[in-house]
């Protein structure tokens, strides 16, 4: 396996891993728009300066993803790396491709100068278990996330 920044020949397979991702989430009650997820994708690809893709390629089969994105904290300049996504295949989950691509994506962020590396479980997606492995990778758990599903919104 490795580990590498994603190709432009790569963004299809991507917006399925995203598909994929959707059905199984907290989100799949929204719709799930291919063409806002290609323009996101492609941002990702296109900026690497603010923005960190990394995808986990099993021998030419893309696996997982991770991206995140260099921000500044509101209240000074320093800045912090927030994911956006992380993601690997039902599949391939009891291997390390997670681990390997929140190293990657952590190991940018530190070439960043970033502060602090932010990780969330927004989409309830095995929530116990990938809480249970940022913690195995030193990460500390900080306060939570609460929804409310609105009608008419």
Same mark, same amino acid.
């Given at each position: ?41 492609? /941002?990702?690809?296109?900026? &690497? ?6 995808? =986990?390629?099993?021998?030419? $089969? @893309?696996?997982?993803? +991770? ?30 491709? /997670?681990?390997?691509?929140? &190293? ?6 530190? =070439?960043?100068?970033?502060? $602090? @590396?932010?990780?969330? +479980? ?32």
């Amino acid at each position: 396996m490795v580990i590498r920044p994603p190709l432009h020949s790569d963004i299809e397979t991507l917006v399925d891993l995203g598909a994929q991702l959707h059905q199984e989430s907290a989100y799949s009650f929204l719709p799930y728009d291919r063409h806002k997820v290609r323009a996101f994708i492609g /941002a990702y690809v296109e900026d &690497r300066d603010t923005r960190c893709a990394l995808v =986990a390629d099993d021998g030419g $089969e @893309l696996i997982g993803v +991770i991206g995140g994105a260099l921000i500044e904290y509101y209240f000074c300049n320093e800045q912090l790396v927030s994911d956006e996504i992380l993601f690997v295949r039902r599949d391939h989950r009891n291997g390390m491709a /997670a681990i390997a691509l929140i &190293r990657g994506l952590q190991k940018w962020a530190i =070439a960043r100068g970033a502060r $602090e @590396l932010c990780l969330s +479980i927004s989409s309830n997606v095995n929530q116990e278990i990938t809480g249970k492995l940022f913690e195995r990778l030193g990460f500390e758990r900080m306060g939570g996330i609460f929804k409310m599903r609105l009608e008419g919104g």
